[in-house]
Nanobody, 128 residues
Framework: QLQLVESGGGLVRAGGSLRLSCAAS????????MSWFRQAPGKEREFVAA???????????DYANSVKGRFTISRDNSKNTGYLQMNSLRPEDTAVYYC??????????????????WGQGTQVTVSS
């Protein structure tokens, strides 16, 4: 079974940066999709970004508070670790960020119901 542990969250001022890590253990995740979701208080968990092992294709959420151009998802399969580099952070980015891993195909990477492996989450708080 795959265990995931996120780290790197914290308190940062608007415009600042954080780098989240997702360390996997129990099995290799090199041939699985690795994604990040986030959940703000009182809101549903939403998709942030995904990294598909096949072709190293990445996807980013495209909604009102878009992370495109500000966040970068990556992975180091040799370390069984995924990352989310977050730049130009905004107060509306405040949330608990979760890493999720599973054999999810490209077309449905944003569907959180398809992921069976989740980390415990790491809190990101952005002050104005």
């Amino acid at each position: 079974q795959l265990q995931l542990v996120e780290s790197g969250g914290g308190l940062v001022r608007a415009g600042g940066s954080l780098r989240l890590s997702c360390a996997a253990s129990g099995r290799t995740f090199s041939r699985l999709t690795m994604s990040w979701f986030r959940q703000a208080p009182g809101k549903e968990r939403e998709f942030v970004a995904a990294h598909c092992w096949s072709g190293s294709v990445v996807y980013y959420a495209d909604y009102a508070n878009s992370v495109k151009g500000r966040f970068t998802i990556s992975r180091d399969n040799s370390k069984n670790t995924g990352y989310l580099q977050m730049n130009s952070l905004r107060p509306e980015d405040t949330a608990v960020y979760y890493c999720a891993v599973d054999s999810v195909s490209r077309s449905v990477v944003s569907d959180r119901q398809l992921y069976g492996n989740w980390g415990q989450g790491t809190q990101v708080t952005v002050s104005s």
